[in-house]
């Protein structure tokens, strides 16, 4: 089954203790993105990909990294995270950057 | 720099009544493209429809519609015959051409009450 799949769903950690949140794509699509979702803001972009190796900067991508090294893995990293940081959390990939996103299920993170 | 409002934050309707949600976007590039998404309460996202900055035919899908205007920089989405299953926050996006960057609106929070 084609799938976005991100890991974990929930997610309680304190401030300051580094974090990844997993995304892995099966469809073999280059452009994959993380988006973060808070009450009367919307969607904003962290971070995208169009391909192995190639990452950029989105709308808010204060506080986080992120990595390319296969083309189906996508991971979320907050090094330091802070209260400001919780949030409901999106991975996505599309075939190319103009193509439908495909999302996963989200990942809600709560930074104490 | 390119944006997507949707000034609608929040509407109720009745069931099978007509809604429209609109859609206003800024963008620099002659090329570019357009989505609407839905998140239903179980929070998963949903693409509904991409439409290109060259084709300006409306599109209709059951009981979903789409009017895309250049003129007025407008995507607007029209559900006839609400039904509670409609009930959902709504995103429109964008993404030109020149650039990789999808930006959604804010999203519009549609609730159907029977």
């Known amino acids: 089954e084609a799938q976005v799949t991100q890991n974990p769903r929930y997610l309680i950690t304190v401030t300051g203790k580094k974090l990844t949140v997993t995304c892995s794509q099966n469809m073999n699509h280059e452009y994959m993105s993380w988006y973060r979702q808070d009450p009367g803001l919307g969607l904003r972009q962290i971070y995208y990909s169009m391909n192995v190796e190639v990452t950029d900067k989105g709308d808010v991508p204060e506080g986080y990294k992120v990595s390319r090294k296969e083309k189906r893995n996508f991971p979320l990293i907050l090094e330091s995270p802070s209260p400001n940081q919780t949030s409901l959390y999106f991975c996505?990939?599309?075939?190319?950057?103009?193509?439908?996103?495909?999302f996963g299920n989200g990942t809600r993170l709560t930074v104490t | 720099a390119q944006k997507v409002t949707q000034a609608q934050t929040e509407i109720s309707v009745v069931e099978k009544e007509d809604v429209t949600l609109d859609c206003v976007y800024e963008t620099r590039d002659t090329t570019y493209y357009l989505f609407w998404y839905k998140q239903p309460p179980s929070g998963e996202l949903v693409f509904l429809i991409r439409r290109n900055s060259f084709d300006e035919q409306n599109e209709i899908s059951g009981r979903y519609s789409w009017n895309f205007q250049k003129s007025t920089s407008s995507f607007n989405f029209t559900i006839t015959a609400s039904q509670v299953v409609d009930s959902a926050v709504y995103f429109c996006a964008l993404r030109s051409n020149s650039g990789y960057a999808l930006n959604f609106g804010k999203g519009t929070s549609l609730l159907v009450t029977p």
């Open positions: 996505a990939s599309s075939l190319v950057g103009s193509s439908p996103l495909h």
